[in-house]
């Protein structure tokens, strides 16, 4: 009676983290939302119809394809240009931002970036689209700061937070299963309007530690501390009894 009563014994977990406050990501309100997504589905859908017609052009010969031959006329040879301009899905958004934030390291710190390497400059991007719920938190938690360190604070790109029913619209107009992550780069073809939305609409990734230019002000050691509570031996032991096959 005295064990089943005893109160469990807690165990203090420490752990190190930031002194600074998380980065706040960016919000649009509905309207603005459908307003980038119009203008997005313009220079996008191009895309798709020259997915959908490659595909198309494999199935079938004859008169099915005479009577095909006026529609696939009117679809494009070639891959759009803009395409050239994207990042498409998390792993390579990611990459290029990282990949600018490597470029504007201090030559000390680093004798050979990225644009050593390929011989030229990656262009910035100007925007990232990303449905934030279809991902965990821990792959989108640093996302405000690496944008906030990929360049500086006048060509930041915007961090646009959208909709699942935006992200599906989007797959459609691509002709993708899933776009849950887009970048644009600055300068890409026909993106004119969307790229003045975009910059009248959304706010600016804001970090103020990093882009403070006063004299730097010490922060203490932020030490966060958790009580949990250890799993008894008796549930431990429950778990071994289980019959493999049942999990």
Same mark, same amino acid.
């Given at each position: 009676m005295d064990k089943q009563n005893k109160t469990p014994t807690t165990t203090t977990v420490h752990a190190l983290s930031l002194p600074y406050p998380e980065p706040q990501w960016p919000t649009i309100s509905p309207d603005t939302e459908q307003a980038l997504l119009q203008l997005l589905l313009r220079l996008l859908q191009?895309?798709?119809?020259?997915?959908?017609?490659?595909? @198309?052009?494999?199935? +079938?010969?004859? $008169? #099915?394809?005479k009577v095909n031959k006026t529609q696939e006329d009117s679809l494009p040879e070639w891959m759009p240009d803009i395409y050239d301009h994207l990042t498409v899905g998390?792993?390579?958004?990611?990459?290029?931002?990282?990949s600018l934030a490597?470029?504007?390291?201090?030559?000390?710190?680093?004798?050979?970036?990225? @644009?050593?390497?390929? +011989?030229?400059? $990656? #262009?910035n991007l100007f925007v990232v689209f990303i449905c934030r719920q279809n991902?965990?938190?821990?792959?989108?938690?640093?996302?405000p700061l690496l944008i906030a360190t990929s360049a500086p604070k006048v060509a930041r790109a915007r961090l646009v937070e959208w909709s699942s029913q935006a992200e599906e619209k989007l797959a459609q107009a691509l002709h993708q299963p899933r776009v849950g992550v887009l970048g644009i780069e600055e300068g890409a073809p026909?993106?004119?309007?969307?790229?003045?939305?975009?910059?009248?609409?959304?706010?600016?990734?804001?970090?103020?530690?990093?882009?403070?230019?006063?004299t730097p002000i010490y922060q203490s050691v932020n030490i966060q501390t958790v009580e949990s509570v250890p799993k008894s031996n008796a549930a431990v032991r429950g778990r071994k009894r289980k019959n493999p096959g049942d999990g």
């Open positions: 191009p895309i798709g119809e020259f997915r959908r017609d490659q595909v @198309a052009r494999s199935k +079938g010969k004859g $008169r #099915a394809g998390f792993n390579s958004t990611v990459r290029r931002l990282e490597r470029g504007r390291k201090p030559q000390l710190l680093s004798q050979h970036t990225d @644009a050593d390497l390929l +011989g030229h400059s $990656r #262009a991902f965990p938190d821990v792959m989108t938690s640093s996302l026909g993106t004119e309007n969307l790229l003045r939305c975009v910059r009248e609409t959304v706010d600016a990734v804001d970090v103020p530690w990093l882009d403070q230019t006063s």
